[in-house]
């Protein structure tokens, strides 16, 4: 049953030529693609599953021929002459199915290394949405506090118009000045954040933490689809860790086959070669016998006994073990990508409703309050108190709403890495 459930998971969807979307930004698909070139974690991965890969040729060769040479110091005389020299060679071969069985233990477990690279950029590209969205972030909170602060200068020439002609307190030009320097710090503080912001996504992507990044902005908002289900087939079949680890139960599986060939001997072909020298007595001088000098030569088989069954069986107890232990763990595995997947499903939910929410409701709403207040206090009905209030509430909401709309895109980013796959845009 559980290997049912994990092949259809395989086959359920389609491979992807790129398992990240950019939802159309350049600058962040340039920054993605630099960080997969250099990262020095992804170059540690990939050289670790070419090193696996090299595994296979040497498991599932045969094993060298010996040659021997002896050389005797005290030849043995024979009837047709002294024996000199002796050649030897010998070719052990593995039972049938020993050495395929090893290769694909051997492929499966670089197979696996395979899967951990894919996982290491699937999370190298995480680091660098999520780098990128808060230095997104910041950028557009920075453009909010100039342009509140343009909207603060424009209520203090205001203010300061109205004091002239004596019908304003100088009280409302003062308390204009403390909200611009509280602008003027607001901004200092997030310029601050961005150097920090900047130098996180310079060593995700391998560069000095100094390089300057130009000023980032989100995309628009994609709509995707976020049905569970569908979510978690997608996961099954696309996230790496997955993958990996139903490639190690396959591995563990052969293993087993692997141990059980042990019962079988292994077989040794030899060829062989003896020097006969002629022979130098007398009497064979007078009388040579036949085949005086003739060399010889042999053809051996032999196999080793696998006598001692316990060690044997061990090994099969211990493949067998591994296998269930990989299977658990795969299950495992896939719980915790399902949890995963929800826990973010549900905080992506929850952004979007309060995105809605802002947009909606609270936005419009703070735009006509400023726009009420402002042609309020120019008429000398409503006091600078209450026209702060009003300007405050509108930069709260645009900040708010600039951090909703980060927040989600790395949601969505966070995602992608949960199902290991780039979820397709629906029509909204």
Request: charged share 30%; proline share 7%; aromatic share 4%.
């Given at each position: 049953m559980l290997r049912r459930m994990m092949l259809a998971g395989l086959l359920a969807a389609p491979v992807l030529a790129q398992p990240y979307s950019t939802n159309g930004d350049s600058a962040l698909e340039a920054l993605i693609e630099k960080a997969l070139e250099g990262n020095p974690a992804i170059r540690e991965s990939l050289a670790r599953y070419r090193a696996a890969r090299q595994r296979i040729p040497q498991v599932s060769s045969l094993p060298d021929p010996i040659l021997d040479v002896t050389q005797y110091a005290r030849t043995p005389e024979t009837r047709v002459g002294p024996q000199t020299t002796m050649l030897s060679i010998s070719q052990k071969f593995p039972w049938f199915g020993k050495l395929s069985d090893k290769g694909k233990v051997a492929a499966k477990e670089a197979a696996a290394w395979r899967e951990s690279h894919e996982a290491r950029k699937a999370e190298v590209v995480r680091q660098v949405k999520l780098a990128y969205y808060d230095l997104a972030y910041i950028d557009r909170a920075i453009r909010i506090?100039?342009?509140?602060?343009?909207?603060?200068?424009?209520?203090?020439?205001?203010?300061?118009?109205?004091?002239?002609?004596?019908?304003?307190?100088?009280?409302?030009?003062?308390?204009?000045?403390?909200?611009?320097?509280?602008?003027?710090?607001?901004?200092?503080?997030?310029?601050?954040?961005?150097?920090?912001?900047?130098?996180?996504?310079?060593?995700?992507?391998?560069?000095?933490?100094?390089?300057?990044?130009?000023?980032?902005?989100?995309?628009?908002?994609?709509?995707?689809?976020?049905?569970?289900?569908?979510?978690?087939?997608?996961?099954?079949?696309?996230?790496?860790e997955v993958k990996a680890a139903f490639l190690r139960i396959e591995k563990d599986?052969?293993?087993?086959?692997?141990?059980?060939?042990?019962?079988?001997?292994?077989?040794?072909?030899g060829a062989g070669f003896i020097n006969v020298a002629g022979?130098?007595?007398?009497?064979?001088?007078?009388?040579?016998?036949?085949?005086?000098?003739?060399?010889?030569?042999?053809f051996s088989v032999g196999v080793n006994l696998p006598i001692f069954r316990r060690k044997y069986a061990a090994a099969v107890l211990e493949a067998t073990e591994d296998f269930l232990a990989s299977r658990e763990q795969y299950?495992?595995?896939?719980?915790?990508?399902?949890?995963?997947?929800?826990?973010?499903?549900?905080?992506?939910?929850?952004?979007?409703?309060?995105?809605?929410?802002?947009?909606?409701?609270?936005?419009?709403?703070?735009?006509?309050?400023l726009r009420s207040s402002e042609a309020a206090y120019s008429t000398g009905t409503l006091g600078i108190l209450d026209l702060l209030d009003s300007e405050r509430v509108l930069l709260e909401v645009r900040l708010g709403l600039a951090r909703f709309d980060s927040d989600y895109m790395k949601a969505l980013a966070e995602m992608e890495r949960a199902i290991g796959s780039p979820f397709p845009e629906v029509e909204p």
């Open positions: 506090t100039e342009e509140d602060h343009e909207l603060l200068r424009h209520f203090e020439t205001l203010a300061q118009a109205r004091y002239s002609q004596g019908v304003g307190l100088q009280q409302a030009v003062v308390k204009l000045q403390t909200e611009l320097t509280r602008d003027l710090n607001r901004l200092e503080t997030l310029r601050s954040r961005r150097v920090d912001a900047e130098a996180t996504l310079n060593t995700v992507v391998d560069r000095p933490p100094e390089t300057p990044i130009a000023p980032a902005s989100l995309a628009q908002r994609p709509t995707v689809d976020l049905k569970l289900e569908k979510l978690y087939r997608t996961a099954r079949s696309r996230r790496p599986e052969k293993r087993i086959q692997l141990s059980r060939r042990s019962y079988w001997p292994d077989v040794t072909v022979r130098s007595d007398p009497a064979a001088r007078l009388h040579p016998p036949p085949d005086e000098g003739k060399n010889i030569y042999s299950r495992s595995t896939v719980n915790q990508v399902e949890v995963s997947i929800r826990s973010v499903s549900f905080r992506a939910r929850t952004i979007e409703r309060q995105i809605g929410l802002f947009e909606d409701l609270l936005l419009p709403q703070a735009e006509q309050a």
